[in-house]
């Protein structure tokens, strides 16, 4: 960012940016990733992903990833001799198979409990960086925010709609 001797480089986390018209919906030749009309989640259906990467490729966020395997985070090693997952990795691994195109999915499973519960990315950021909330709300926290802060959306010419926001 910047120009020289002034620049300097920024990070910026990219998640599935859930847009309101997905290209990654429109090449899936399965009809395995779909779009939650009712709350904007775009989402995969692994039972009929055949893995064919179309949506990677059609993804302007580079936000999917084909899961070749599922492995350990921690490998086997002199440390760690016993091999197997942590029981929070068995417990996450459940709903994952190998062989599949993943992305966020802003633990929908999580937005439709009952009570609602923000997705984890959000709840256990420590710095509260992250926010969720209604869009259409335009007295939500993160409706104010994006207006306060002039929230950007990542790549508008790709006419994708993102739901999705940056704050500088």
């Not at 290209?23 to 775009?42: F, H, L, Q, S, Y």
């Not at 086997?76 to 996450?92: H, L, Q, R, V, Y």
């Not at 195109?101 to 923000?118: F, G, H, M, W």
Request: charged share 30%; with cysteine; net charge negative.
């Amino acid at each position: 960012m910047g120009k020289y001797p002034a620049a300097k480089r920024i990070f910026l986390p990219v998640i599935c940016n859930h847009c309101q018209d997905p290209p990654c919906r429109d090449v899936c030749p399965t009809g395995a990733t779909e779009k939650n009309e009712e709350n904007g989640i775009v989402t995969v259906d692994y039972d009929k992903c055949i893995g064919c990467r179309a949506c990677v490729a059609a993804c302007p966020y580079e936000a999917r990833w084909y899961l070749k395997e599922i492995r350990p985070y921690f490998p086997i090693s002199e440390k760690n001799p016993a091999p197997g997952f942590t029981p929070f990795e068995e417990w996450g691994y459940k709903k994952f198979q190998e062989g599949v195109v993943t992305k966020c999915t802003l633990c929908e499973e999580r937005i439709q409990e009952d009570p609602p519960r923000e997705p984890a990315c959000v709840e256990t950021c420590p710095t509260t960086a992250r926010y969720f909330g209604d869009l259409d709300d335009p007295t939500s926290e993160v409706s104010r925010l994006i207006i306060q802060r002039r929230g950007f959306q990542l790549r508008p010419e790709e006419g994708t709609d993102p739901s999705v926001y940056y704050i500088d």
